[in-house]
């Protein structure tokens, strides 16, 4: 299944972009009467033919619309410190985005590694492994911004914070029901500041447990994206 992403359809005869022209053309190989597929990044998933090919231009013609396609019935939102290696976070975009999540902030801690983002290199790779999964809805990415300011903002759903100092914490599964909305906070390699988890108690947030084991940051984040998954399924 040949899948591409084509943000911009809004009739049914549709000119896809030069760079996805040329995959089509010469990597694909594709010829003028082949099917082949199309996501927007808002829920839609077009079933097209091509009409017109060559190396810069590929006209195609949409002959089914599938809305909302896999629409899930819950929203999570992983608030997470960019880990200093570029690579890691860009693992957990990737895999995140296949196993399904809605909305990714990327938080500026105490103990933060990495300040800096490049989002339009990070929005490539969530494209990337949305057509790899066939993700119909393009999980958001937002702009850096500081733990605090996120931290207070209102959020209709469960609001949690994983750290891994001593105390109290509840595990995902006692915690979360299903179709319920959820964001997550996960912490840098240097954890949250006793701080950080102080503010987060204040504004409602719950202490969650991700298991025994001392993860890292990213793979923190897979987890929970895999957890709040299973919790949901049918």
Known sequence: MHVFYSPDITEM??????TEARHCCSVLRLNVGDLIYLIDGRGNFYTAKIADLSVKRCMVDIVDVKNN?????YNLHIAIAPTKSIDRFEWFLEKATEIGIDEITPIVCEHSERQILK???LQKVIVAAAKQSIKAFLPKINEMTSFKKIVEQKFDGKKLIAHCYDGEKISLKNILKPHENVIIFIGPEGDFSKNEVRLALQNDFMEASLGNSRLRTETAAVHVCS???LINED
Not at 13 to 18: A, F, Q, T, W
Not at 69 to 73: G, I, P, T
Request: include cysteine; proline fraction near 0%.
């Open 227 to 229: 957890a709040v998954c």
């Open 13 to 18: 005869r549709y000119c896809m972009s030069e």
């Open 69 to 73: 396609y896999e629409k899930r019935n």
């Open 119 to 121: 989002l339009e290199r």
